[in-house]
């Protein structure tokens, strides 16, 4: 008898279809295995994009809160202090203690001394208040309007730092401005360049320097100290070189050692002003082609060209706010003279001899002065001490010595300069304000 299991095709048959089976479940699981890593990995690179877009839409909100608050500080010295009429001061005019580095803005005044130089009844510090326009920080306008708010600063906690002592070499810091519907919020501040020192001022070097080039160079400033040291020369080539308080590192003519950013409190590289008219408006007057005039129409009392008749504005005829005293011979005072004589005698008695002293004090400076200071340039020379200027009498029209009354002696003739240095006119328009023709 023959048992029908011992077939080895049906035993080959029934081991095929069993091997099949368990491929089929390894690929099933595999792919399943690849399918999870692969959605695995999409959801962590969705998650990875979205937080950089979230990022990058955080970094683009943050850069245009940045150029508004750019536009807003500009805008805002614009409409303060855009006007001519304008003028600026640090905080630290009002104590070392707040907000020192401020801005404040002020309308500017004049007390209008030329035409009333004995006027006593001068409220500065009324006008000093009442003119008082805002500080060129971020914040709340009730509070930047008043001139004391520099002393404190903001007191709400809600202040950013703008300038640090690390960075910048001085503190300042800007309220916060909340732009609303979770845009983040702001802060800007304003702060000056002009009142700083040049630390690359150009000019021709001390040893090429001739003739009148001593008047005319722009002084070096004095930079010695923990960051800086007083260079020797090469101050022309510096200004080109040295763009930055950071460039000033490179120089080692210039630069002494630490961070030379914390110098930023008191020296700059891009100082920079116009020579406008604060009281009236519009740039100030160039008179140097009236300066290099002759004598003669420098004089004359009008001007022709072309058939048109010009007054003079440097002759005593074009000054409308006061009278000039006829000892001055149409020559145009800077100021209201309070004397007629621009001597003041005093006479001095002694034994055995009496003498008349007259000392040009009450002798207001004009255009004529100025034009002498102006000119000093033609009269220089060069001598073994170095240059040197040409000493010449005084001839301030309305100086004249008047006669030695009977009885008297004058004093021993000496010397007078007509170059007078311009910090002598403070003291020549103080005598002024105190002197009179009868002493």
């Known amino acids: 008898m023959k048992n029908s ?26 792919m399943m295995i690849l399918l999870s890593l692969i959605a695995v990995g999409l959801l962590s690179l969705s998650s990875l994009t979205m937080r950089a877009a979230n990022a990058d839409q955080a970094q683009a909100e943050a850069r245009a809160n940045a150029r508004l608050a750019i536009n807003m500080a500009v805008a805002e010295l614009q409409l303060t202090l855009g006007d001519d009429r304008r003028v600026t001061a640090n905080g630290s005019m009002l104590g070392d203690s707040g907000e020192t580095h401020a801005l404040g803005v002020w309308e500017s005044w004049s007390p209008k001394l030329s035409k009333n130089p004995t006027d006593g009844n001068i409220n500065y510090e009324g006008e000093k208040n009442s003119r008082f326009l805002r500080w060129l920080v971020s914040g709340r306008d009730e509070d930047l309007e008043k001139a ?6 903001d007191t709400s906690g809600q202040a950013m730092v703008l300038f640090s002592q690390e960075n910048d070499g001085f503190d300042l ?5 909340e732009l609303g519907d979770g845009k983040g919020s702001l802060a800007w501040a304003v702060s000056q360049e002009n009142t700083k020192a040049k630390i690359n001022v150009a000019g021709p070097e001390e040893a090429d320097r001739i003739g009148n080039d001593d008047l005319q160079a722009q002084p070096r400033p004095h930079v010695e100290g923990d960051i800086f040291k007083q260079p020797d020369d ?8 040295v763009t930055s308080l950071g460039q000033s ?14 110098a930023a409190a008191d020296f700059t590289t891009t100082s920079a002003g116009l020579l406008t008219n604060v009281v009236e408006g519009g740039l100030k007057v160039d008179m140097s082609l009236g300066f290099e005039m002759s004598e003669s129409d420098f004089n004359a009392a009008t001007w022709s060209s072309e058939g048109a008749t010009l007054p003079n504005p440097f002759h005593a005829g074009a000054e409308g ?29 002694f034994w055995p001899a009496n003498v008349q002293h007259n000392f040009p ?20 020379y060069q001598s073994e001490e170095g240059l040197t200027v040409f000493e010449r009498e005084s ?5 004249t010595p008047q006669s030695v009354p009977r009885g008297y002696y004058p004093p021993p003739p000496r010397p007078w300069r007509q170059v007078r240095p311009r910090w002598a006119s403070a003291p020549l328009w103080t005598a002024s304000c105190f002197s009179s023709a009868e002493g």
């Open 361 to 380: 004090v009450t002798a207001v400076p004009t255009f004529h002065s100025l034009r002498s200071y102006y000119r000093i340039p033609y009269h220089l």
């Open 173 to 177: 810091k800007g309220s916060l401005v």
């Open 321 to 349: 706010e006061f009278n000039t005293p006829g000892s001055y011979q149409n020559q145009r005072p800077l100021y209201a003279p309070l004397a007629d004589s621009g001597n003041l005698d005093f006479p001095k008695q």
């Open 5 to 30: 299991s011992s077939n080895p095709h049906q035993v080959f048959g029934l081991q095929s279809l069993a091997a099949k089976n368990g491929f089929s479940l390894i690929i099933t699981v595999t």
């Open 148 to 153: 004391d708010w520099a002393q404190t600063g």
């Open 249 to 262: 590192s490179l120089d080692q003519d210039l630069f002494s050692g630490g961070n030379s950013n914390q």
């Open 234 to 241: 090469e101050w022309n080539k510096r200004a080109g070189r």
């Open 395 to 399: 001839d301030h029209i309305a100086a």
